[in-house]
């Protein structure tokens, strides 16, 4: 089967008392049961729900995986990953990511006993003296957020099975439909599944994927016991928005390109961070784990002013200045004060989130439109 029909198709089945095409909201907390135990598979919805079930079972579908499950937010999935670790387990990073997965890691985890290290991960052997006997689990992003940097993730799966080591792999910014890092060796795929897989800003959510019956059953008893799961409304929009997912990445592909272009021929721009340049680092690898190089873009203002970046990002018109990314509509964010606001600044500037970087989310508008919008915004 191929993704558009699994989009549409994968994990659904009409409704068996009405024939209902669309997976009906189950909006109910519990379950009637014919005797204590006799039951037809549901007891509360916290550990279960039919549309929750349709939902998991066509994202890991998806990912050519085994096991899907929903959380409550990107960061609740995150969360339940680092909860399979024990005191004195450590955690090698990406240093360019997330600034949320960065706060969580920092602020949270690390009072419990887990110790994280970042560093750069486009060249593979830059983490390797990292691993030792305590080192549990390898966490990357790629592209990364907000820099774009490319990790081969076949590579760095290699390096952890040879130790022992779990692969997570955040597939946020390809999803599955230009990137699936379970084919390439990943042990857990998370994302952010209130970007590009509901992909209208309405919702939000996470999802883990797994192959790994142990894995699963481990993550579904932390979804289970500490209650980050997504209602059933949440995950009726997902179902919804995902089968246009094929659709909607094609021209979010198209038009990142057209202004990647854009962006790296004006006077006023400095640098352009897109992995679709042959002059970007690692590009190769992006050709070769991935099918497309998508729509988010980073870029740089020649002069580094963060006055001068915040008076673009008040011009613009069609490009909404807000958090977020992967919606239908452009957006465009500063992460220094929004998403990496969380990441010391000393620790933004060495991999190069400057004051004046600016992070495009490229919706599926007109391009020459978007492209006139930030030919106004830049020229003024």
Known sequence: MKFGTKAIHAGITPDPSTGAIMTPIYQTSTYVQKSPGDHKGYEYSRTQNPTRDALQANIAALENGKHGLCFSSGLASIDAIIKLLNPGDEVIAANDLYGGTYRIFRKVFEKYGIKFHFTGMHDVSEFEPFINENTRLIWVETPTNPMMNIIDIRRVAEIAKKNNLLLAVDNTFATPYLQTPLDLGAD???????KYLGGHSDVVMGALVVNSDELKEKLAFL???????????????????????????????????????????HPRVDKVYWPGFEDHPNHQVAREQMRGFGGMISFTLKGDSQD???????????????????????????PATMTHASIPREERIKVGLLDSLIRLSVGIEDAEDLIADLEQALSN
Do not use: W
Not at 188 to 194: A, D, G, K, Y
């Open 188 to 194: 857990i795929v998370m994302h952010s599944v209130t």
């Open 308 to 334: 001068e970046c915040f008076r673009i990002l008040e011009r613009f018109r069609y490009f909404s200045l807000a958090e977020s990314l992967g919606g239908v509509e452009s957006l465009a964010n500063h």
């Open 223 to 265: 979804q289970n016991s500490c209650g980050a799961t997504p209602g059933p409304q949440d995950c009726f929009l997902v179902l919804r928005g995902i089968k246009t997912l094929h659709l909607r990445m094609d021209r979010h592909c198209q038009n990142g390109e057209k202004i990647a272009s854009f962006l790296k021929g």
